[in-house]
């Protein structure tokens, strides 16, 4: 659990958070330009899908305007003048595509939880992440810096009960997550999916078929119907009835031309015989009266 005391930090955004770095552990520079080469992308950094398309749009923006908000990064320890990204991966890498050179960078001095902070706040406020990739951020954070559920919404800006939900996500199928990675599974897909029987099977009919969420969605009370209903019928079906008892309603169909079952009830029962015109129910009766 994280101490709140001890985490001045939490809840109170990127702006915040980066204003405390400075008073606590000092920026090492304003802005600066830093060569491309000397940064370096973080392992550790939530987002992993880098699309080709949005690339090329961010590539065009900073060919034609630059970079305007400065990369974040800290020093590597083992490699003197060379920098760890924390946020904006996105940006370094665009910037390469573009053929810069140089880029503005701002320096902090901070450790990985608070680096890791960062990136996700950053990402999450600029809706970067998708859900799967938001959601193993706070399960980074929840199984190496013991956040708990709570904690994870103030450092985020979020509820509860949105981190709750949204790291039930990572209970999905790896070939799931990769789907909503990459942008052909949406949030809300991903989330009807937590609870269909066969996810997997499901999500191939989502992108074969184009199943809306409500579809899933619909496909979720089918399946919560059909494991419920054995309960409430199961002392309505029919007991299997024996050789003799079958034999009988044999003979019996036979001599009248009508279909005849007979239900045993200990030493009661009926006997049921159907027909379905009333030419044949006018003939029953006349055999019976007879």
């Known amino acids: 659990m994280v101490d709140e ?5 939490l809840g109170r955004g ?8 400075a008073e606590d552990t000092n920026v090492l520079g304003q802005a600066k330009r830093v060569p491309i080469e000397f940064l370096r992308p973080n392992t550790r950094n939530p987002r992993k899908d880098f ?24 020093p590597l320890s083992y490699l003197r003048g060379v920098y760890e990204i924390i946020a904006g991966e996105r940006r370094w890498r665009a910037a390469q595509r573009a053929g810069l050179h140089e880029v503005p960078v701002l320096l902090l001095d901070i450790g990985d939880k608070e680096a890791l902070e960062i990136a996700i706040i950053e990402n999450v406020q600029r809706s970067d992440l998708n859900a799967v990739e938001e959601a193993l951020g706070y399960q980074q954070l929840m199984a190496e810096f013991s956040y708990s559920q ?5 450092v985020i800006g979020k ?16 070939s799931v997550q990769a789907m909503v990675i990459d942008g052909r599974l949406s949030a809300g897909h991903a989330r009807a999916l937590l609870s269909v029987a066969d996810p997997e099977q499901i999500a191939q009919d989502v992108l074969n078929q184009g199943l809306t969420v409500r579809d899933v969605e619909r496909i979720v009370q089918r399946e919560t119907q059909a494991a419920q209903a054995p309960a409430h019928s199961a002392a ?14 044999q003979a019996l169909t036979n001599v009248l031309g009508l279909n005849v079952s007979i239900d045993h009830r200990g030493d009661k029962g009926e006997i049921r015989i159907r027909y379905k015109t009333l030419e044949q129910l006018d003939h029953l009766c006349q055999r019976l009266k007879n």
Do not use: M
């Not at 005391?5 to 930090?9: A, H, W």
């Not at 702006?15 to 770095?21: F, K, R």
């Not at 309505?236 to 309603?249: F, G, H, I, M």
């Open 159 to 174: 509820s509860r009960s949105h981190v709750a939900n949204t790291l039930r996500l990572t209970k999905l199928p790896e």
């Open 5 to 9: 005391q001890k985490s001045p930090r």
């Open 51 to 74: 699309r080709e398309e949005d690339l090329d749009d961010l590539t065009n923006s900073i060919r034609e305007k630059g970079i305007i908000q400065p990369i974040l990064a800290r």
């Open 236 to 249: 309505k079906t029919p007991k299997v009835k024996d050789a003799d008892t079958r034999s009988l309603e």
């Open 150 to 154: 709570q904690d994870l919404g103030r």
């Open 14 to 21: 990127l702006a915040a958070l980066i204003g405390n770095v």
